[in-house]
């Protein structure tokens, strides 16, 4: 969090995120996935970029029975925040173990990118991608299953070729995913 706001506390952009910033449209309005229980969001991942921006994976759990995802991004001068959403609900969740959520996002300087992500398999240690280029670029996964990384990625255009492999703490292959692709390409910023 930035220091201008106490440990424990959910930050106001984040609140106002989840209440006023989720829903589009008359669909939304009526939807379940929307309705989010802001008191219970939670920061699960944090990265602080060279030059002092932050970025942020907030969730909280909706009526749905799934969760939303935030991406909060906060400037170095502690001004104005951008970001992303993503929700899901129970019904739309596969059966059996969730592979992993993958997010590519431009953080705030143009033409730098991060990744963001959850595993579902408590024996993850760290996620590689391996890029159509032929480099790679390898992530811890925190205990708690979440991942956010700056990608050396020195381009405009989103990383979008990519193959995840999620590895176990010896480096042996618990999962290997070649269609990392359409997980990873998201919504464009909205602001907060």
Do not use: C
């Not at 706001?5 to 008359?26: Q, S, T, Y």
């Not at 969760?67 to 596969?94: C, K, W």
């Not at 730098?112 to 408590?122: D, I, S």
């Amino acid at each position: 969090m930035s220091t201008s706001e106490p440990a424990g506390r959910i930050p106001d952009g984040v609140v106002r995120k989840f209440r006023d910033g989720l829903v589009m449209d008359e669909v939304d309005l009526v939807s379940p996935m929307f309705r989010v229980s802001i008191d219970q969001a939670a920061m699960m991942a944090r990265l602080e970029t060279p030059d002092g921006e932050v970025a942020e994976w907030w969730e909280a759990p909706n009526e749905a029975g799934g969760t939303f995802v935030y991406l909060r991004q906060i400037t170095a001068d502690g001004g104005d925040e951008t970001g992303s959403t993503q929700g899901d609900s129970a019904e739309g969740r596969p059966s059996g173990v969730l592979p992993m959520v993958l997010m590519v996002e431009e953080t705030l300087r143009r033409g730098r990118w991060f990744v963001a992500g959850h595993v579902y398999r408590p024996e993850a240690a760290a996620v590689r991608f391996a890029f159509e280029d032929g480099r790679s670029h390898e992530v811890a996964v925190q205990p708690n299953g979440y991942f956010l990384d700056l990608l050396p990625w020195p381009s405009e255009a989103q990383p979008s070729q990519f193959e995840t492999t999620v590895l176990d703490r010896h480096g042996a292959v618990i999962e290997n995913d070649r269609s990392a692709l359409a997980a990873a390409l998201s919504e464009e910023d909205e602001p907060a």
